[in-house]
């Protein structure tokens, strides 16, 4: 089983970038698709990005598509978010999923596995 450790978030004034980096140990994280999730405070935990294990076929929510970009690296056991043009709307805590095999990329309860999360602050 796969264990999740999210890390990268910071503080930044609106249209700055950050990139988060997900850090997977244990075996095979290259099974195993990833999506990146985040919650305001209030509100309900929305996906905003999404990848297959092969890294092929990304998928973004309409309000970051074109602003971030999501990646991985099967050889180091990573997964990143690049955010560009960051906007306040944006901010929260930003968490990183796997799941193996049939899978809805922006549904959370589709995933199994999940790291503690990484706060981003949009705000100037």
């Known amino acids: 089983q796969l264990q999740l450790v999210e890390s990268g978030g910071d503080s930044v004034q609106p249209g700055g970038s950050l990139t988060l980096s997900c850090l997977a140990s244990?075996?095979?994280?290259?099974?195993?698709?990833v999506g990146w999730f985040r919650q305001a405070p209030g509100k309900e935990r929305e996906g905003v990005s999404a990848?297959?294990?092969?890294?092929?076929?990304?998928a973004y929510e309409e309000s970051v598509d074109g602003r971030f970009t999501i990646s991985r690296d099967n050889f180091k056991n990573m997964a990143y978010l690049e955010m560009n043009n960051l906007k306040p709307e944006d901010t929260g805590v930003y968490f990183c999923?796997?799941?193996?095999?049939?899978?809805?990329?922006?549904?959370?309860?589709?995933?199994?596995?999940w790291g503690k999360g990484t706060q981003v602050t949009v705000s100037s």
């Open positions: 244990g075996s095979f994280f290259d099974t195993y698709s």
């Open positions: 999923a796997a799941v193996r095999g049939n899978w809805a990329p922006f549904t959370a309860r589709s995933y199994s596995i």
């Open positions: 990848i297959t294990p092969s890294g092929s076929a990304p």
